[in-house]
């Protein structure tokens, strides 16, 4: 295997690099104090092709794999997790499940406005009182003729507010039936569509989170996507790349944190030298940095598999369990090494450690993951 980065690979990195320092880094607390999710931002960055990252350039997309993908959520996700949270969300989930799952008519009415981020998409699974037990959910879409009502809400729902587009999983048939639920696209606009509470979060403040509330909201049977009772079934194809997303989203924090720690290890003297010199702090970066490394190979397994169209359930649940409790662990330490310090926010590695934790919850909990994997192994 090659484990170095190819020249286009390169070059993405350096790009989102520079785009990165200018256009976030300035902004990066401004917008977490303020919850702000700058639209203006993802409409630059979607110029630059990073909001259609895996869409084929025949409809406006840059038409590369998962590895450049996880480079450029991992290179957003070292300045800034929540900039870097809304374009894995954008990609992989709204646009990727059209772009896996439409037709071509479909694919053509909204992959290129996705791809550019002349819209931005949302996606919506869970709900109030169902989280994980997608089985249960009680939204509903009842067939009317040629339309389909809807009714219901969806929660924890990444650009719920600001997006233009959604694709969401209701309830066609019976509660608890894999074969019951049924994939549907709907606009902004749409009468009876609207969102609700936003949601005041502990990290990840820049990416904006809230409801989704279907009031008889009437669509259209060409806005379904696939056939009826796929839904949940979609869904799970599509959560095994929203893994890799996740899995890239905590990378970047992750070195983003130890980075940060690093740097500040050599240049915060104590005793007559730098506290990097004391094996205390010397052995917590070695830590930090092995599992990181660890991350990584993961991830770019479970890319490869993804890229070559082979099963990655299990690699995707594995890299995505093992990278987010590693970012969570790094930042951490990186708030350890910091001292008093660590807990400010003159320091990015307090936000960092705010941030981490969405990792091991979102795209289904550790522990879910562990469901994932070990059902997986077992039958294997």
């Given at each position: 295997m090659n484990f170095e980065y190819n020249e286009t690979q390169a070059m993405i990195a350096q790009s989102i690099r520079d785009f990165a320092e200018q256009n976030i880094r300035p902004n990066i607390m401004e917008w977490d104090e303020a919850q702000t999710f700058p639209v203006d931002l993802f409409k630059k960055l979607g ?334």
């Open positions: 110029e630059m092709g990073f909001m259609g990252v895996l869409v084929p350039e025949e409809l406006g997309g840059s038409g590369l794999g998962y590895h450049e993908y996880i480079t450029i959520v991992e290179e957003i996700s070292k300045v800034d997790p929540s900039i870097g949270l809304s374009v894995a969300a954008h990609n992989s989930l709204c646009t990727n499940h059209i772009l896996t799952f439409g037709n071509e008519e479909q694919k053509k009415r909204w992959i290129p406005k996705l791809a550019t981020a002349e819209w931005i998409g949302a996606w919506g699974l869970t709900e109030h009182n169902t989280g994980s037990d997608a089985g249960g959910m009680n939204t509903t879409a009842v067939k009317d003729g040629d339309e389909w009502v809807i009714n219901g809400a969806k929660n924890f729902i990444t650009h719920a507010k600001s997006g233009n587009v959604a694709v969401v999983i209701v309830r066609t048939g019976e509660k608890g039936d894999s074969r019951g639920m049924t994939a549907f696209v709907i606009e902004h606009g749409t009468p009876g569509f609207s969102s609700g509470r936003k949601e005041n979060k502990l990290g990840m403040r820049a990416s904006e989170t809230a409801e989704l509330i279907f009031d008889n909201c009437r669509i259209p049977d060409a806005n379904r996507l696939g056939e009826v009772g796929e839904g949940f079934i979609q869904a799970m194809k599509i959560l095994d790349g929203g893994r890799i997303s996740i899995g890239a989203l905590s990378l970047g924090i992750a070195k983003g944190a130890y980075e940060a720690a690093l740097k500040y290890s050599k240049e915060r003297h104590q005793f007559g030298k730098a506290i990097s010199e004391f094996q205390g702090i010397s052995f917590k970066l070695a830590d930090m940095a092995t599992e990181i490394e660890a991350s990584e190979l993961l991830l770019h397994k479970a890319a490869f598999l993804k890229n070559n169209h082979k099963p990655v359930t299990t690699l995707g649940a594995m890299a995505k369990m093992y990278a987010s409790e590693v970012c969570v662990k790094v930042a951490n330490e990186a708030v350890q090494i910091h001292g008093g310090y660590g807990y400010t926010k003159d320091f990015p590695v307090e936000k960092f450690y705010r941030d981490s934790k969405l990792c091991t919850i979102g795209e289904g909990t550790t522990e879910i993951q562990k469901l994932v994997i070990s059902r997986n192994i077992l039958k294997g």
